[in-house]
């Protein structure tokens, strides 16, 4: 057995997988708000089972030592965990690019000097609206866009970069214009828009908020075609066929170069999550996932390294192999360059491999086709 053992770990490491570009840690579920969308299930307390201070120091040393990129430290609201800027400094001292997603409502002068003094480049901040009323709603808060706002306006005077993170959903649809120059005019330097994802807290509280494909379809043109006089980026996390008409409508920023766009998310490489040079986030217990959206346990980190979760995960290793997509997914003449959302997949079929049911190709008229731009 042993032998074998030995024969298995060298097997492993002849051919070493390429470690995602990022990992998102969500540090805690702990959060001020009652967000009817919310990924992490998040609540008015911590979770019992949180991995400790140390724990989160022994994760933050391999993650350094792995070589990634970016770290992303969400939550719940991450800065509701009471040593926060312990593991946020202790992960800028590693030399490792530490960045935050919060929903900006605890964030003041003072706070936002500390996340810069802390060694965090660069803030998210959640705004689920143009105004108050329709934000407020979604964040289950009264007053929490003002909060949002003022933390955005604190970030920017004490020179901390900042981006609004945005959710289409049907009741934002008439919003979108609105709150991409809310963005642009708060000092934003990027604006994501999220697609909402049916995640069990979605399918319970707001599930007729998500988007229909022909909905999808056309927002995801209005925001390809507003980036050409946008003078910061867009990115649509959640939605991978927003870059295939980024290229074929042959976008061109006229606010920097075109080559930046190639950054956003699954532009040219379809669906980041478990991928090499992808996505992977840890959970506040330590559990691992592909993707905040894609919510299938791969292992924890308290049991074996996230290197090995990494290497040896089966989930992960079907993900990277793209022969294994199934009907309209599999079919695709997009299928490397776009493989759909596995998280929607996931959630709507409880298939990861399935057919994304959000992609608008292979509905009525336009299956199999993307409607070419008039040039």
Request: proline content about 6%; hydrophobic content about 40%.
């Amino acid at each position: 057995m042993k032998e074998q053992m030995k024969k298995n770990h060298k097997a492993v490491h002849k051919t070493p997988i390429l470690p995602p570009h990022l990992i998102s840690y969500a540090v805690t579920r702990k959060c001020n708000l009652k967000c009817k969308h919310c990924y992490s299930e998040a609540t008015k307390a911590p979770a019992p089972d949180e991995l400790s201070t140390e724990e989160a120091r022994r994760l933050v040393d391999e993650i350094a030592k792995w070589g990634i990129k970016l770290l992303i430290f969400d939550g719940g609201e991450p800065l509701a965990r009471e040593d926060f800027f312990d593991i946020a400094s202790y992960a800028s001292r590693k030399k490792l690019r530490v960045v935050i997603g919060s929903n900006g409502t605890l964030i003041d002068l003072e706070v936002a000097k500390r996340l810069k003094a802390s060694g965090i480049m660069a803030v998210q901040i959640s705004i689920d609206g143009a105004i108050a009323q329709t934000h407020d709603w979604f964040r289950g808060e009264e007053g929490a866009f003002n909060k949002a706002l003022e933390g955005a306006k604190a970030c920017r005077t004490v020179g901390l970069p900042f981006q609004f993170g945005m959710t289409i959903r049907r009741g934002t649809l008439d919003e979108i214009a609105a709150m991409l120059i809310l963005a642009i005019e708060s000092g934003a330097i990027a604006a994501e828009f999220f697609d909402l994802i049916p995640v069990p807290r979605v399918k319970r509280e707001i599930a007729d908020e998500v988007l229909t494909p022909t909905e999808r379809k056309e927002v995801m043109e209005w925001l390809a075609e507003a980036q050409t006089d946008c003078p910061i980026i867009i990115r649509v996390p959640g939605c991978p066929m927003y870059p295939l008409i980024l290229r074929e409508k042959n976008i061109q920023p006229k606010h920097f170069a075109a080559h930046l766009l190639h950054r956003i998310p699954y532009y040219g490489r379809g669906c980041a999550a478990g991928m090499p040079n992808g996505y992977l986030t840890v959970l506040p217990n330590g559990d691992v996932i592909p993707c905040m959206l894609l919510q299938l346990k791969l292992g924890n980190v308290r049991e074996e390294s996230i290197t090995q979760i990494w290497a040896n995960s089966p989930i992960l290793a079907k993900l990277r192999n793209r022969s294994l997509l199934e009907g309209e997914c599999g079919r695709c003449s997009y299928r490397d360059k776009c493989v759909g959302c596995r998280g929607r997949a996931y959630e709507e079929t409880g298939n990861m491999l399935a057919t994304d049911p959000g992609c608008w190709f292979h509905v009525g008229e336009n299956a199999g086709s993307y409607p070419k731009s008039a040039d």
